[in-house]
């Protein structure tokens, strides 16, 4: 990994092109960095920096081109292809990330799901189907799966990482709350939706004291 | 809001406690700044730098004690009381989300969920009852819920946006795909997991490169 660029400028970038669709929606074919920016409520400069990071977009005085910069943007996320990933934990939020049509509109496509529950597993619901966990390795295999998604409970999900790592997964986004100890080469991403929440906590409490 | 604090010190602050727990369940009662950084994979000065923003903690030499830390950013983040929320759209996502144990740990409490769908209503589940979205402005003001989460698809989220506002909410999470238009005075935060999974395209993507 390029130890310069920052995560959450890549983080950014699909905001950006998050962004892009909306405007090229809106039959907009060109933006200036400071529509992009107010849409996104941040500063043009933060904009232009992290976009610098990965070369010359746009024209001066005139702006981005939004199918260019959305093909660029794709290029730099590695969206210009496909890629295959599987979720690991058919509950709720398996359900749910599984069917997330956003994935499927950017190229990355849910191809199975594992989970240890008996009357879950060999369905077939919206051409995902249901396997027990001990196909994950052969699944994974036959399927050229490179992504895994993890929402099992927290007690299972530090096995369920040594599984998907001995199948060959080298990229995982983590759900289950608790610290994976996964080997170096291996890109984990965390996600927990308190961070998020409580960001609105924090901004609420704010307002409280202004009043 | 204080402007020169950064949306990403904030959402940090609560990796933080999440690091600061961990650490507290393995009975350490001190950690240094470089623990804490290492163990988020990020610079120490960067979690100086974010902690400086609110004051001095820690000893020179000695590092942080968690339970003074933990207390801190608690209170930084608005945590140190109760805060009710509800969920608008009981679909796979606001199950998960209703349901999701690291919202109670922190003090956000899931009071009631909102769906159009005659069938899921007026059922309680695990305390949690579903009404219909003619409830909403009153089961948020008997309630006294202060933020809301939508999970609704997006054709309906800004017409929920719309009576949520109108019903006193001034905190909206959204997981809907589409930029909602709410006032100015509406905290507003939006979370796409198309993001999170594009940061694994990206690095996958580079590795391959490097390769």
Known sequence: MDRKIPEETIIRLSYYLRALFYFTEENKKVVSSRQLADFLKISPHQLRKDLSYFGQFGKKGVGYSCPKLIDNI???????????????????????????????????????????????????????????????????????????????????????????????????????PIKLDVPEEV????????????YLTYRLKLLEKED
Chains 1, 2 share one sequence.
């Open 74 to 176: 794709k290029e730099i996320l590695g969206l210009e292809r496909e890629w295959s990933a599987c979720v690991v934990g058919f509950g709720n939020l398996g359900r749910a990330l599984s069917f997330y049509k956003g994935f499927r509109d950017q190229g990355i496509c849910i191809k199975a799901a594992f989970d240890v529950d008996k009357n879950k597993q060999n369905k077939t619901i919206k051409d995902i189907t249901v396997y027990p966990l001990e196909k994950i390795k052969s699944i994974i295999k036959k399927q050229n799966i490179t992504i895994a998604i993890i929402t099992v409970p927290k007690e299972s999900a530090k096995q369920i990482a040594k599984i998907l790592y001995e199948s060959g997964i080298r990229a995982i986004l983590n759900f289950a």
């Open 187 to 198: 890109i984990l991403k965390d996600v927990d939706f308190t961070c998020q929440l409580t």
